[in-house]
């Protein structure tokens, strides 16, 4: 069983509307929770980074969540615009295997359409 | 750019042959992971490198699977009598810390995509 569980698997939406991907995790202990981008064919790109003490951080129209005790975190996408379409990656590291250690999500797959 | 390059971009190969996939990571940087990601699915690690340390290579599916960076600054990702269940795209990243600095950004290369026939 996957460590990191991500919802909804795909998603659609217009042009403007806003949106929020979840992520589950299991792992533990914690050291960090990462969101990705992931555009066809291209490598995953960082969005937003928050350690066990971090509640929430923003980049851009970018706003992620992190609640440690439940162990959920959120992505919310304001505004979207087509560009956002692409692969939404969580990935939390553990602080086994010498603290680099990576367990990615399988992602949500986001759709902006007109 | 000086970003994180990968060779060969592509590779067809029959069941049974070795392959070599080659990740060339940004200078400087300190530590070097190995992903393996099936079509579809989110990056799965293999193993990663602090300098020319092999830290953790508990991902590597079988005794199949070897990586190595012998200087500290390439790598290489060997899979030897390749099965079909290998094809997948196989990414190399790096970052700039080495082990314990936990909120360290990777970067990511372009991706083998490796085929087996």
């Known amino acids: 069983k996957n460590q990191v569980e991500q919802s909804p698997q795909s998603l659609i939406i217009l042009e403007g509307k806003n949106c929020t991907l979840q992520?589950?995790?299991?792992?533990?202990?914690?050291?960090?929770l990462r969101w990705y981008k992931q555009d066809t064919g291209r490598g995953p790109v960082s969005l937003t980074i928050m350690t066990f003490s971090e509640n929430t951080k923003s980049n851009g129209r970018y706003t992620a969540t992190l609640d440690a005790d439940t162990k959920q975190s959120s992505l919310h996408i304001t505004a979207s615009q087509l560009s956002d379409s692409a692969s939404y990656i969580c990935v939390v590291r553990g602080l086994t295997g010498g603290g680099n250690k990576l367990t990615f999500g399988t992602g949500t797959q986001l759709k902006v359409e007109l | 750019g000086a970003g994180v390059s990968q060779s060969p971009r592509y590779k067809v190969t029959k069941r049974g042959q070795d392959v070599a996939l080659r990740c060339d990571p940004i200078?400087?940087?300190?530590?070097l992971y190995w992903y393996r990601q099936a079509l579809g699915q989110g990056p799965e690690f293999l193993t990663y490198?602090?300098?020319?340390?092999?830290?953790?290579k508990s991902g590597l599916p079988n005794d199949r699977f070897s990586a190595e960076r012998p200087e500290g600054s390439i790598s290489t990702l060997t899979i030897q009598r390749t099965e079909q269940r290998d094809s997948a795209m196989y990414r190399c990243?790096?970052?700039?810390?080495?082990?314990?600095?936990?909120?360290?950004?990777?970067?990511f290369g372009p991706g083998t995509r490796l085929t087996v026939l």
């Open positions: 990243a790096s970052s700039l810390g080495s082990m314990g600095v936990g909120t360290d950004t990777q970067y």
């Open positions: 490198f602090n300098y020319e340390a092999q830290q953790d």
């Open positions: 200078s400087g940087h300190v530590s």
């Open positions: 992520c589950n995790y299991t792992v533990s202990p914690f050291s960090n």
